[in-house]
């Protein structure tokens, strides 16, 4: 499977992006879709994720209410959408996905097999 992942830039606090994930080769559904991402100086964070088949989701604490994953596994895509950026949320955006993901390890970048090659996320006070 390979990844990639787009829709990042550079926004003023407040704003919303929405980050897209495309997806190629195996079947898109089979797959948990995580959302991480990585700060300059910093380690890599969990940000949101949605379970194959039941399509349940979590978040980050820092996250929720702001940020909704959502996916299309007809078109093999899945979508981070941002609202209320915050100069907190800047960083590289990575997606990935995994087979056997389990709810326990939604948030542990380990527990994913594929990653994209990141898109990156500015926000300015």
């Known amino acids: 499977v390979q990844l990639q992942a787009f829709g990042g830039g550079q926004v003023q606090a407040g704003d919303s992006l929405r980050l897209s994930c495309a997806a190629s080769g195996r079947t898109f559904s089979t797959y948990t879709v995580g959302w991480f991402r990585q700060a300059p100086g910093k380690e890599r964070e969990f940000v949101a994720a949605m379970k194959r088949g039941s399509g349940a989701t979590t978040y980050a604490d820092s996250v929720k209410g702001r940020f909704t994953i959502s996916r299309d596994n007809a078109k093999k895509t899945a979508h981070l959408q941002m609202n209320s950026l915050k100069p907190g949320d800047m960083g590289v955006y990575y997606c990935?996905?995994?087979?056997?993901?389990?709810?326990?390890?939604?948030?542990?970048?380990?527990?994913?097999?594929?990653w994209g090659q990141g898109t990156e996320v500015t926000v300015s006070s």
């Open positions: 990935a996905v995994g087979e056997r993901v389990i709810t326990s390890s939604m948030a542990l970048p380990a527990a994913y097999d594929y």
